[in-house]
Structure formats: C-alpha cells, structure tokens
C-alpha cells in the first residue's frame, strides 16, 4: 500500500449505501485533523441539471451559490446543520474561477475551518459513480472504497426507508452498481478499498493502515464513541456508527435470509464474493434468457430466479441479435403479451431481419427439444398490437413456446429441483 497525495489533500468515502461508509465518516471525523459532515450528494445533483450554465462565468457566483445552499440532507440544507452561511458560501465561489471543485469547498471548506480542522472529508456513497470527475477535479486526493458482504448489505437495504425492501432485488442492484464503477475502482491507484467486515474485527488495526494512506498519524480518539456531523439528526439508521465499534452483527444475514434467497445471493453475486475475498460463492450451471424484459424478471417476479438457483440457474444477459446466447441457454422464456414482445435494439423496435433471425433460432430450439416458454404477464415494455411483426411473432409464438403462467413456470423448477443442494444442476 502506498500513501495517496499528501497531509493536506482531501479525503472522499465511497461505497454502496449501508456498506459502513457512515462508520468510516465518523471515525476520520473524530480525528483532530479530520472533518467530515453530511453526505452532499452533490455529483448526482449536477448530473440531474438540464445544463452547466451553473459554471457560467457570466452568473457566477449567484447562481452557484443558490445552488449549494439547496443541497441538503433528508429536506435540511447542508450549509445550515454545519453552521455554514449564506454569505461565506458565496465569498468562497467569488475567490474562484467557476469548478466542480470550487462548488464543493465552498461548502466544506468554511465547514472545516469552523470545526478547527485542517482537512476535509466527503462521504456521499453515490460518489463512487462519479470516481471519474474526483479524479478530474482533484488529482491528489484520497479515495477510501467501503466494500461489505452484499448479502449484510442486501439484508441491511431492505430495513431502511429508502430503497428496495427486497433483498432479492437489493442483491441485483449490488452486482450493477458495483460492475458499472468496476474500471475506475480497479484503475485508480490512490484508492484504498477496506472490508467493513476487517475493521470491526481489528479497528484499530484498520484504522492505522487508513490513516497511514491518508497521510495523517493515527490518533486514539478515532476509536471512541462520539457524535458527529457525519449522522444528521433526521437520520436515525446511521446512529450506530457513532457508538463503539462491534463486530457482533457481522454475520446476522445468515438468520435473517431466507437460504432460497442465500441461495440465489451465491449464484448472482459470485463474482464480487470472490473478487473482495467472501465466502460461499456458487457456479452458474444453467442460463435462462428472458425476452424482451431480460434481468427485469426478477423485479417482475421474484419466485422464478429462486426457483432456477436450486438448478444452480441464473438470468442471463441477451437481446434479439445475440442469437448464439439465446441458441445456446439451457431455458428461453419469451415474457409479456401480444404487442409487447419483441425486443428493442438500440431503442427501437425489432424489424423484420430480426423477426426472422429470433424465429429461426426458437425454431431450432424446438427441434432440438431446448424448452422455450411463454409467459403471457404483461410487462412495462412498450406495447404495440398494431406492428405486423408483433402479429406475426405471436403467432410464431402459438407453435413453438408453450404456455404457461409465471407461478407455474416457477413451480416447475421447484418441484425439479435436486433434492439435495449440492454442485449437479438438472435440466427443465
């Protein structure tokens, strides 16, 4: 491990929510060096402005420093729960030219100097999607990547007020958020990644070695129970980080999962088990492609992915112009009600070169006795009964899928199921 930027360099925690990102915040902030306030959210508030005229010179810095007073937590604004005001906000963006970067200090800077502390750290977990523009913005800094075990982090998600209160879907959404910032967590070297799991086991232990990246000299008061302007008082799921360090709950998922749902969390998350070093990752021995709704499924209808893990099943990833994926999955199903059951590629509809490819290829399957089902459960895609080819392919439909309801198609792989959950998958 090599030290990133220097003593004076800024400090970003990132991480997928409820992956111990708050208890890291906390501790760097009880440092006396260290300040860390809320969570500012603010690269996915400029992703969401329709333009960047928040960085024309010709309106700053008016119009840059209404928009940092409105970023706020939970409906309370920052600047306001740091004791930050207006005023200061807007003297720190006249000092600078207009920047992503002069946007944030605006806000942590004062927050810091306020504090009595030299240096400033941001914890916003979405930030790891925007890894990219810290980078651009600020070279030198330091970046810690908060990882857990996504089935705790699936269990977790699903106790809070926000998001998903599935965990099914809360371990889907783990593997897509944590594949899409993949390149730039594996890129950059002047990121650390820590185990939520490795620093209630040894905080101290952990503590040293961030501190050591970071530039700074461990101090004990990191370890101590403390309140801190990282929790909001709005926030009552993040109060546990500011008590002592346990390591008690760690494997509290194995009793709150259901092991159909462990099960499941084996086989979808395998490969981010094994890349941060968890154990219990399964093999995928059977791909199911679902057309035209693909991994949607399982938001559509949780019990089929369940019922395919006791196959050691997965959903896999195809769309009507990967014919050899579709040719070659172990089940294709074809969800959804006349009208709405082609693909689109490229955002718009299949035309009639890619009616006939898929045609051809489910044709094949059929000779070859490969099970090609129709689950007739209306979906979100577009729908259209007027399309000749949308017609057509339900009647192609009619002669080579068989139809069959979602809770039927789900039972089949149940009651197929091995009786033992052991490494051997069967075919349906």
Request: hydrophobic fraction near 45%.
């Amino acid at each position: 491990m090599t030290a990133a930027g220097t003593g004076s360099s800024p400090v970003f925690v990132v991480g997928l929510p409820r992956s111990g990102t708050t208890l890291m915040a906390v501790c760097l902030d009880r440092h006396p060096d260290l300040d860390c306030g809320p969570e500012t959210h603010l690269f996915p508030r400029l992703e969401a402005l329709p333009d960047r005229a928040l960085l024309d010179a010709s309106t700053w810095p008016d119009v840059a420093t209404t928009f940092v007073c409105s970023l706020a937590t939970r409906g309370v604004p920052i600047h306001k729960t740091v004791g930050v005001g207006r005023d200061v906000i807007r003297a720190q963006l006249a000092a600078r030219t207009p920047s992503v970067a002069a946007l944030l200090e605006a806000l942590v800077v004062p927050q810091a100097e306020a504090a009595g502390k030299s240096r400033w750290v941001e914890k916003t977990p979405r930030h790891q999607d925007s890894l990219a523009l810290i980078r651009a913005e600020w070279p030198d800094a330091a970046i810690i990547h908060m990882v857990r075990d996504p089935r705790a982090r699936a269990v977790s998600m699903a106790r809070m007020p926000f998001g998903p209160d599935t965990q099914v879907i809360n371990l889907v959404e783990d593997v897509r958020r944590d594949g899409s910032a993949r390149t730039a967590l594996d890129s950059d070297p002047r990121l650390l990644q820590v185990r939520l799991e490795d620093l209630v086991a040894d905080p101290e232990g952990e503590l040293r070695r961030i501190c050591t990246f970071i530039c700074v000299s461990f101090d004990p008061v990191m370890l101590a129970p403390s309140g801190s302007a990282a929790v909001g008082d709005q926030e009552w799921w993040k109060s546990g980080a500011q008590g002592p360090i346990s390591a008690d709950g760690s494997n509290r998922w194995q009793e709150a999962m259901e092991p159909a749902v462990q099960r499941f969390a084996a086989l979808t998350c395998a490969d981010q088990l094994r890349r941060y070093g968890y154990p219990g990752a399964r093999m995928a021995r059977q791909t199911m492609v679902v057309l035209p709704i693909g991994r949607d499924v399982i938001a559509a209808h949780e019990p089929l992915p369940l019922a395919l893990a006791l196959h050691d099943g997965v959903i896999g990833h195809a769309d009507a112009n990967t014919s050899s994926v579709i040719r070659r999955a172990d089940a294709v199903v074809i969800w959804g009600r006349p009208g709405q059951l082609l693909p689109l590629h490229a955002g718009t509809p299949l035309g009639w070169p890619g009616v006939a490819r898929l045609t051809s290829v489910l044709a094949l399957r059929r000779l070859r006795r490969r099970p090609v089902w129709w689950v007739t459960q209306r979906t979100e895609h577009p729908r259209d009964v007027a399309r000749a080819q949308e017609r057509l392919f339900a009647r192609v439909l009619r002669v080579l899928a068989r139809q069959v309801t979602a809770d039927a198609l789900a039972e089949r792989y149940r009651s197929t199921a091995p009786a033992a959950a052991g490494p051997q998958s069967s075919t349906v």
